[in-house]
Antibody
């Protein structure tokens, strides 16, 4: 059964850094693009970043560009989100998500359980 | 950037009703559209992909239609388990095109 497990969230002061991790299992991880999506408390879904299956393409929402970095390790079935210069508006539940079809863009069929990031002084 | 406009933001309906949610794209996205259901405290669940394809395990009362810039999600006969928030998402190649609609909260009338 395909599964994603998100971890690494916590409470951090503005301007500090945090790294989120997503552990994948139950599918051929190296064949699928992966994404991070966040949801601020009481708000809607916001796409944050995506990385292609072969790591050749990485893209970011304007709100995090230059501060966040997505990466993956296909040997460990892991995807990461390095978050630097955190702001209070980055406070959200962060989900890792898998694309439905291999080797390309698509809908997100598998989601992690989410990891909460709170940016506060 | 492509913008997704979802309507209505809130919808009140009764068990057994037929309901429709609309999603409009600011430019042609062909059929690169998905619909998700989200319940409080849970991750989103994929219902429809490629505008009209039903995800495995999703009840057949859910259907999607449209292409280009106008899309709809229809629930043919509401069940108690369907009261939740629904999001559309357009996807294509990357940046800046993976975006979600604002969400539609489906409430019990």
């Amino acid at each position: 059964q395909a599964q994603l497990v998100d971890s690494g969230g916590g409470v951090v002061q503005p301007g500090r850094s945090l790294r989120l991790s997503c552990a994948a299992s139950g599918f051929t991880f190296a064949s699928f693009d992966m994404h991070w999506v966040r949801q601020a408390p009481g708000k809607g879904l916001e796409w944050v970043a995506g990385i292609s299956y072969d790591r050749n393409e990485k893209n970011y929402a304007d709100s995090v560009k230059g501060r966040f970095t997505i990466s993956r390790d296909n040997s460990k079935n892991m995807v990461y989100l390095q978050m630097n210069s955190l702001r209070t508006e980055d406070t959200a539940l962060y989900y890792c998500a898998k694309v439905f079809a291999p080797a390309g863009p698509g809908a997100f069929d598998i989601w992690g359980q989410g990891t909460m990031v709170t940016v506060s002084s | 950037d492509i913008q997704m406009t979802q309507s209505p933001s809130t919808l009140s309906a009764s068990v057994g009703d037929r309901v429709t949610v609309t999603c409009r794209a600011s430019q042609d996205i062909r059929n690169w559209l998905a619909w998700y259901q989200q319940k409080p405290g849970k991750a989103p669940n994929l219902l429809i992909y490629d505008a009209s394809s039903l995800e495995s395990g999703v009840p057949s009362r859910f259907s999607g239609s449209g292409s280009g810039t106008e899309f709809t999600l229809t629930i043919s006969s509401l069940q108690p388990d369907d009261f939740a928030t629904y999001y559309c998402q357009q996807y294509n190649s990357y940046s800046p095109l993976d975006t979600f609609g604002q969400g539609t909260k489906l409430e019990i009338k």
